[in-house]
Antibody, heavy 118, light 109 residues
Framework: QVQLQESGPGLVKPSQTLSLSCTVS??????????WIWVRQPPGKGLEWIGY???????SYNPSLKSRLSISLDTSKNQFSLNLNSVTAADTAVYYC??????????WGQGTLVTASS | QTVVTQEPSLTVSPGGTVTLTCASS?????????PNWFQQKPGQAPRALIY???NRHSWTPARFSGSLLGGKAALTLSGVQPEDEADYYC???FGGGRVFGGGTKLTVL
């Protein structure tokens, strides 16, 4: 059974870096079959695709976030991470990690709320 | 940036049928956009329903079906149940990028 769990600070100060991790169980992030995704949802609003990464190192980022964004994998911990720098209040959202398989996103974490505020 | 548009809200009676659509600002939605559909209930993570236009996941009830309709992706719910009240999001693939629609709030009343 595949499970994903987000972790990280719930509060980040404006201009600082938002850092989250996603721990995967029931699947290996080293598998070339899957890719590892971040999605966010501002309070009361819709879903926004952030980006994803394959084990091969290929990444794809939302153009609107690309200049501030980095996604990486840690195979020793079976985790992947999100770093978003220079945050503003507009980055306040529930952040979800998820697994991509072929042409779908089949498993999601429960989400974690990150608030950008001083 | 590509914009993906869904109906903001729809209402359906229990037992009825409703179709949600997903349009692209770049033009016609095709199978090459690999349309996906997700259901999200309040306080929960999204749950995958449909992938590559019309394929159900193993956990997706048969009353959910996906198609292409009039240049858009479509999700049809037949025999709607009260528990189908939720937000529904489409996801379209554009080469290496992905874009979610704005979501449709479905009310069962």
């Amino acid at each position: 059974q595949v499970q994903l769990q987000e972790s990280g600070p719930g509060l980040v100060k404006p201009s600082q870096t938002l850092s989250l991790s996603c721990t995967v169980s029931g699947a290996s992030i080293s598998s070339g079959v899957y890719y590892w995704i971040w999605v966010r949802q501002p309070p009361g609003k819709g879903l926004e695709w952030i980006g994803y990464m394959y084990y091969s190192g290929y990444t794809s980022y939302n153009p609107s976030l690309k200049s501030r964004l980095s996604i990486s994998l840690d195979t020793s911990k079976n985790q992947f991470s999100l770093n978003l720098n220079s945050v503003t209040a507009a980055d306040t959202a529930v952040y979800y990690c998820a697994r991509g398989s072929g042409r779908t996103v089949d498993h999601w974490g429960q989400g974690t709320l990150v608030t950008a505020s001083s | 940036q590509t914009v993906v548009t869904q109906e903001p809200s729809l209402t359906v009676s229990p037992g009825g049928t409703v179709t949600l659509t997903c349009a692209s600002s770049t033009g016609e939605v095709t199978s090459g956009n690999y349309p996906n559909w997700f259901q999200q209930k309040p306080g929960q993570a999204p749950r995958a329903l449909i992938y590559t236009t019309s394929n159900r996941h193993s956990w997706t009830p048969a009353r959910f079906s996906g198609s292409l309709l009039g240049g858009k992706a479509a999700l049809t719910l037949s025999g709607v149940q009260p528990e189908d009240e939720a937000d529904y999001y489409c996801l379209l693939y554009f080469g290496g990028g992905r874009v979610f629609g704005g979501g449709t709030k479905l009310t069962v009343l």
